[in-house]
């Protein structure tokens, strides 16, 4: 049973370009979440999708959206990149029952110069 | 607004020692309470959680945590230090219904020592 995946492993990009970060949730979850972890920090929620739609947002700017496909995997996609978006973006996937646990993937490193 | 309070940036602990990681939060209802790990360059994996009921919840890897409601901690503790659990700690308290976040502390690095 595989977890959660995220591709790709790392990346470098230059300022104001575009990313797209996939991640495909664990079997069985229909719920996928996105976290930036910046060096040293905790991570912060960036938003949430569920039934294809943004269900919720944290404190983020509309530079970062998402997308959830109908077999449930989702994408990240940042645009206008800043050298602070530089950090590890982290999936989450949790199941319809058993909502409040979520699984993390092994992170995507984004590297803005 | 909730949030998570990691004191204790960098413990270094001896192989064999017992290790004790505190986390305080500050939460508008009765939270569900994680710990997670962290090694370097991976992702989170879950050691253990507190929903309801016993205080005292066992996790993977040796670990347990005690939830005390009184003191808003969920401490973490092993009694016997490996090599290998040397890694980043985060507690994180959340999500619940209409809010599905999950909000973490700054984390707690440890160092094993031989």
């Known amino acids: 049973d595989a977890g959660v995946t995220q591709s790709p492993t790392h990346l470098i990009k230059t300022r104001g370009q575009q990313v797209t970060l996939r991640c495909s949730p664990k079997?069985?979850?229909?719920?996928v979440s996105w976290y930036q972890q910046a060096l040293g920090q905790g991570p912060q929620f960036i938003f949430q999708y569920y039934e294809e739609e943004e269900r919720q947002r944290g404190n983020f700017p509309d530079r970062f959206s998402g997308h959830q496909f109908p077999n449930y995997s989702s994408e990240l996609n940042v645009n206008a990149l800043l050298l602070g978006d530089s950090a590890l973006y982290l999936c989450?996937?949790?199941?319809?029952?058993?909502?409040?646990?979520?699984?993390f993937g092994p992170g995507t490193r984004l590297t803005v110069l | 607004a909730q949030s998570v309070t990691q004191p204790d940036i960098h413990i270094t602990v001896s192989e064999g020692a017992s290790l004790e990681l505190r986390c305080n939060y500050s939460y508008g209802a009765t939270p569900y309470l994680f710990w997670y790990v962290q090694s370097p360059g991976q992702g989170l994996q879950l050691l253990l959680k507190?929903?309801?009921?016993?205080?005292l919840v066992q996790g993977i890897k040796g670990f347990e945590a005690e939830f005390k409601r009184s003191q808003s901690s969920f401490n973490l503790r092993k009694p016997s230090v490996h090599w290998s659990d040397a890694a980043e700690y985060f507690c994180a308290v959340g999500p619940r219904s209409n809010d599905y976040k999950l909000s973490f502390g700054a984390g707690t690095t440890v160092t094993v020592r031989a």
């Open positions: 507190y929903f309801s009921g016993d205080t």
């Open positions: 079997s069985g979850h229909d719920t």
């Open positions: 989450a996937s949790s199941p319809r029952q058993g909502w409040n646990e979520q699984f």
